[in-house]
């Protein structure tokens, strides 16, 4: 598959996909408390994307074997992927939300780390060093750079907390498809890789772990945990290359960075 560079219908469309799926972080956080179960999670983002927004909820059935739920909802361990449950959230859990919304076929594709009650100061500082990550990862985007110069400054900045970053997941390109060419590593060396054009879409979405980088998939086929059982914190967000800079396409209202970024 080759990238795709978009089609200004296309981006408003991925535009309108984008903000769908940063509302539905939006909408979840006040549900995100002691006691809750992840499939209510499920439930209530499920419902919220199909009757409020009229969009479909892209992980629902996708890949083989198809993925149950509407939502990944990745506690304390789970590095991605993770299966809502009937588990219910306890006090000081970390918590990422992935979720990816399609709306007139396009799609918007983004993930939060939430906290259940009072976290750890080392799981705060975590989830801190990760959004850093992905908000230094988003500011090299422009036409002319290098996937590499993004995964570099990615790992720089994890590595340099004594943090590691997960190699066998990434980002992707996006749009019509839910995963698109090209693949976007967390990790690399400047000036290498994909060179970056006006009007693709991707996004970034670094896995940090507070252990090592090692991983491990569960008999579920999709749970991936980290090996040490150390803690893992994701950021994600779906990004548009602009003529002179990037435009993040699913930014929420409780972020300080700037949706349009020009250089």
Not at 9 to 36: N, S, Y
Request: hydrophobic letters at 35%.
């Amino acid at each position: 598959m080759t990238i795709t560079i978009k089609t200004p219908e296309e981006i408003e469309k991925m535009r309108v996909a984008g903000r769908l799926a940063a509302d539905v972080l939006q909408m979840i956080g006040p549900f995100v408390k002691k006691g809750v179960t992840t499939d209510e999670l499920n439930q209530i983002c499920h419902d919220y994307i199909v009757n409020e927004q009229q969009g479909v909820p892209a992980p629902l059935n996708y890949g083989n074997p198809p993925f149950p739920k509407s939502i990944c909802t990745s506690v304390n361990h789970v590095i991605c992927h993770g299966i809502p449950s009937d588990k219910k959230l306890k006090d000081g859990d970390i918590i990422n939300i992935d979720v990816t919304v399609i709306k007139d076929g396009y799609h918007g594709d983004t993930s939060k780390m939430f906290v259940v009650g009072k976290p750890s100061i080392m799981a705060e500082r975590l989830i801190k060093v990760t959004q850093e990550s992905l908000y230094l990862g988003i500011k090299l985007v422009k036409p002319g750079a290098k996937l590499g110069d993004i995964g570099y400054v990615i790992q720089q900045h994890a590595e340099k907390h004594n943090y590691s970053i997960v190699r066998e997941y990434c980002g992707h390109g996006i749009g019509a498809n839910f995963h698109e060419e090209p693949q976007v590593v967390h990790y690399g060396r400047p000036n290498t890789g994909v060179e970056l054009k006006e009007g693709m879409c991707f996004t970034i979405e670094p896995m940090v772990n507070a252990g090592k980088r090692y991983s491990k998939v569960l008999p579920d086929n999709w749970t991936v945990v980290t090996k040490d059982r150390s803690l893992s914190a994701q950021w994600e967000h779906t990004l548009l290359v602009t003529k002179d800079g990037v435009e993040i396409l699913t930014l929420r209202d409780d972020e300080t960075i700037d949706r349009v970024i020009s250089h």
